[in-house]
Nanobody
Framework: QSQLAESGGGLVQPGGSLRLSCTPS????????IAWFRQAPGKEREGVSC????????KYSDSVKDRFTISRDIAKNVVYLHMNSLKPEDTGVYSC?????????????????????WGQGTQVTVSS
């Protein structure tokens, strides 16, 4: 059964950094669009970053632009979310999602209904 596993979350002070990993099992990343979503307590899930299936397009929400970077290592079959200059408002459960829809090959979006495969999520807490 295809699924995703996230790792790398934890407790970090404001201004600190974390690197999240998303590792699929049962399929390889080639031609799969991958997105990171987060959900804070009492708030709706929001898209944070995504990368297209061909790796040539990335997208960031305004709240994380210039602080977060998404990347992928095809050889290791992993997608990373590098998070710098973390703020308390970045706190939440971060989940990765994937799908190989044609619409996600050259672009990616934050439409959660486009993604069929989801991980369980990893908690990120930014606090002093």
């Amino acid at each position: 059964q295809s699924q995703l596993a996230e790792s790398g979350g934890g407790l970090v002070q404001p201004g600190g950094s974390l690197r999240l990993s998303c590792t699929p099992s049962g399929f390889t990343l080639n031609y799969y669009g991958i997105a990171w979503f987060r959900q804070a307590p009492g708030k709706e899930r929001e898209g944070v970053s995504c990368i297209s299936g061909n790796g040539g397009y990335t997208k960031y929400s305004d709240s994380v632009k210039d602080r977060f970077t998404i990347s992928r290592d095809i050889a290791k079959n992993v997608v990373y979310l590098h998070m710098n200059s973390l703020k308390p408002e970045d706190t939440g459960v971060y989940s990765c999602a994937a799908n190989n829809l044609a619409a996600l090959v050259r672009q990616c979006h934050f439409r959660d209904w486009e993604y069929d495969y989801w991980g369980q999520g990893t908690q990120v807490t930014v606090s002093s």
